[in-house]
Every structure is written in structure tokens, then in C-alpha cells.
């Protein structure tokens, strides 16, 4: 408030300082949305790229039209919003619309900003499928999940636990009296590799670290695995109850999103891809750290 009275002393009583003041506070304003905005992304996921998925639910036709407008609504978006995009699989409707859709989007915080469309989404519109020209309600499912990279076992010596032991040999025979046997322990995830076929130590500790990276690659494989069931556990019925947003087409024109309540009267706009109000609104009640 300080800046905005300087201002208007220095310029309020000039022509065009009402002006200057009102482009200042729109840039300050602008400057701050924007360091809130990046203030959002906490979670590591969040900058990972993603891969979006559109499915209509029951309904024919009708959901399979919505699910085409939903990918149109989203490509628009990452078009709007600069991020790259691939549509990895399609498979239309033999009618209309589609019946499957898969997109990677690429670029910054991707998955942490279209992690907010995860949900069924509503359309309540008069059917161009219906002779009769009645309302009809339909449902479809977006899922985004972060890109996992394949997984890449990274060893830090500093890790590693290496005991050397005597190796054994079948009721006493065959004992090896030098300390050959190599045993390792990665410490981070307790996973144990034992080795003592060969009679070198050096031998026994390549082919434990062999046997390591593989185990390490399956753990950390199986980590992966995990989140992702979380993260597939958050999908709900494709139906009515569950819908995270409604767009209503008829008898008024309306978007609202259930979660925030935020909503707009400007449902083309919304269907050309202006989603920011109700990404950053969603994603300002998530407490950091939040998938």
C-alpha cells in the first residue's frame, strides 16, 4: 500500500496517472498470481510429465460425443497454455465421438497442473442424437497419472554394508581358507546379496553386484508399481454422484466444479480450453505434498 500512495503522489495529479497506477497494480498483481501459482508444486510428481486418459461412461453415443468434446477441450488447453502434447491412442465411436482416448503432455509441472482434472466430468445438454430433442445427462472419466521413466538403479557406495567371510563346502569339504565369500547390504532398503561360488573375492563381489542391481531394479520396480495402484485406487464409478465438474448446456449454461464451487457462465470459453480459474482454484485448497 505504501508503492500505491507514492504513486498516487507522484502521478495523481497528472494526466494519465490514474492510468499508470491501475498498470502498475495489474503487474504487481500478476507477479504475485504467478509466484502462487509456483508456490503449488511441492510434490516431486508435479513436474513430472503426464499421461491424461478420456473414457465416456454408460450412455451410447451421448458419452462417447462428450468424451470427444472433453479431448477437443483439452487440447485447446495445452495449446493455450504452451505444453507439448502426443496423442499416444485414439479409437473412435463408429457413430460419433470416441470410445478411448490416451495423451503424454509435456512440459512444466504438467502432471501437477492437470492432476486437478482427475475425476468424471457431467454434461447436461439436449441431445443432437435424439429425435425428440429431450435432456440428457452424460458421463465421462479423466484420469491423469505422472510419467514414470523407467526405472534406473543408481548405487551409491556410501550405501553399501560389504562383509567378506570364509566360503563353505558340503559337510566341511572344499573350505575356502581366504576370506572369499562377499556379502552386501544396501542399507536404504535392507536388501541383502549374498555371493561365494568363486574362489576370488573379486569375482564373488562383481557377480554380488550384478545380482544387487538386479534386485534394486525390481524393488524399486515394485515401488513404482505401488503408487501407481494409489493413485488407480482414486478412480470412481463413471456416474452420477461422482462427477467433479458439471457442464450444463440446457436449459441454462453453466460450468461448476463440485469440489470448489467456483463456476462460470461461459461455457464456450471453458469448452475452447480457458481452464485456469478452475485448475489454480482446485489446486489452491490441496494441502502441499498432495497427489
Same mark, same amino acid.
Given at each position: 500500500?505504501?508503492?500505491?500512495?507514492?504513486?498516487?503522489?507522484?502521478?495523481?495529479?497528472?494526466?494519465?496517472?490514474?492510468?499508470?497506477?491501475?498498470?502498475?497494480?495489474?503487474?504487481? &498483481?500478476?507477479?504475485?498470481?504467478?509466484?502462487? +501459482?509456483?508456490? $503449488?508444486?511441492?510434490?516431486?510428481?508435479?513436474?513430472?510429465?503426464?499421461?491424461?486418459?478420456?473414457?465416456?461412461?454408460?450412455?451410447? =453415443?451421448?458419452?462417447?460425443? #462428450?468424451?470427444? $468434446?472433453?479431448?477437443? $477441450? %483439452?487440447?485447446?488447453?495445452?495449446?493455450?497454455?504452451?505444453?507439448? %502434447?502426443? /496423442?499416444?491412442?485414439?479409437?473412435?465411436?463408429?457413430?460419433?465421438?470416441?470410445?478411448?482416448?490416451? /495423451?503424454?503432455?509435456?512440459?512444466?509441472?504438467?502432471?501437477?497442473?492437470?492432476?486437478?482434472?482427475? *475425476?468424471?466430468?457431467?454434461?447436461?445438454?439436449?441431445?443432437?442424437?435424439?429425435?425428440?430433442?429431450?435432456?440428457?445427462?452424460?458421463? =465421462?472419466? /479423466?484420469?491423469?497419472?505422472?510419467?514414470?521413466?523407467?526405472?534406473?538403479?543408481?548405487?551409491? !557406495?556410501?550405501?553399501?554394508?560389504?562383509? =567378506?567371510?570364509?566360503?563353505?563346502?558340503?559337510? *566341511?569339504?572344499?573350505?575356502?581358507?581366504?576370506?572369499?565369500?562377499?556379502?552386501?547390504?544396501?542399507? !536404504?532398503?535392507?536388501?541383502? @546379496?549374498?555371493?561365494?561360488?568363486?574362489?576370488?573375492?573379486?569375482?564373488?563381489? &562383481?557377480?554380488?553386484?550384478? @545380482?544387487?542391481?538386479?534386485?534394486?531394479?525390481?524393488?524399486? &520396480? +515394485?515401488?513404482?508399481?505401488?503408487?501407481?495402484?494409489?493413485?488407480?485406487? =482414486?478412480?470412481?464409478?463413471?456416474? #452420477?454422484?461422482?462427477?467433479?465438474?458439471?457442464?450444463?448446456?440446457?436449459? %441454462?449454461?453453466? /460450468?461448476?466444479?463440485?469440489?470448489?464451487?467456483?463456476?462460470?457462465?461461459? @461455457?464456450? *470459453?471453458?469448452?475452447?480450453?480457458?481452464?485456469?480459474?478452475?485448475?489454480?482454484?482446485?489446486?489452491?485448497?490441496?494441502? !502441499?505434498?498432495?497427489?
Amino acid at each position: 500500500m505504501t508503492e500505491v500512495a507514492e504513486f498516487q503522489e507522484l502521478f495523481g495529479s497528472e494526466d494519465g496517472g490514474a492510468e499508470e497506477i491501475n498498470s502498475r497494480l495489474d503487474k504487481i &498483481q500478476k507477479e504475485i498470481d504467478e509466484n502462487e +501459482k509456483k508456490g $503449488m508444486f511441492q510434490n516431486p510428481e508435479d513436474t513430472k510429465s503426464a499421461i491424461l486418459t478420456v473414457h465416456p461412461g454408460a450412455g451410447g =453415443t451421448e458419452s462417447c460425443d #462428450w468424451a470427444s $468434446m472433453l479431448l477437443r $477441450m %483439452y487440447l485447446k488447453y495445452f495449446e493455450r497454455k504452451g505444453l507439448g %502434447y502426443r /496423442v499416444l491412442d485414439l479409437e473412435p465411436n463408429e457413430e460419433a465421438g470416441i470410445k478411448d482416448a490416451v /495423451v503424454e503432455v509435456t512440459g512444466e509441472n504438467a502432471y501437477g497442473i492437470l492432476k486437478a482434472e482427475t *475425476g468424471v466430468h457431467r454434461l447436461v445438454r439436449v441431445s443432437p442424437f435424439d429425435a425428440n430433442k429431450r435432456r440428457h445427462t452424460s458421463f =465421462t472419466a /479423466v484420469f491423469v497419472y505422472p510419467e514414470m521413466e523407467d526405472v534406473e538403479v543408481k548405487i551409491d !557406495p556410501n550405501d553399501l554394508k560389504i562383509d =567378506t567371510f570364509r566360503a563353505g563346502g558340503h559337510g *566341511g569339504q572344499g573350505v575356502n581358507k581366504v576370506a572369499s565369500a562377499v556379502r552386501i547390504t544396501h542399507l !536404504p532398503t535392507g536388501v541383502i @546379496v549374498t555371493c561365494q561360488n568363486e574362489r576370488s573375492q573379486f569375482q564373488n563381489k &562383481q557377480n554380488a553386484m550384478k @545380482v544387487l542391481r538386479a534386485r534394486l531394479h525390481n524393488y524399486f &520396480q +515394485k515401488e513404482k508399481d505401488k503408487e501407481l495402484e494409489k493413485l488407480e485406487a =482414486t478412480k470412481t464409478d463413471i456416474a #452420477w454422484g461422482h462427477q467433479i465438474r458439471s457442464y450444463v448446456l440446457f436449459p %441454462y449454461q453453466m /460450468v461448476k466444479d463440485h469440489r470448489t464451487n467456483y463456476e462460470t457462465s461461459d @461455457v464456450n *470459453g471453458i469448452l475452447d480450453g480457458d481452464l485456469d480459474n478452475f485448475i489454480y482454484t482446485y489446486l489452491k485448497t490441496l494441502k !502441499p505434498g498432495t497427489n
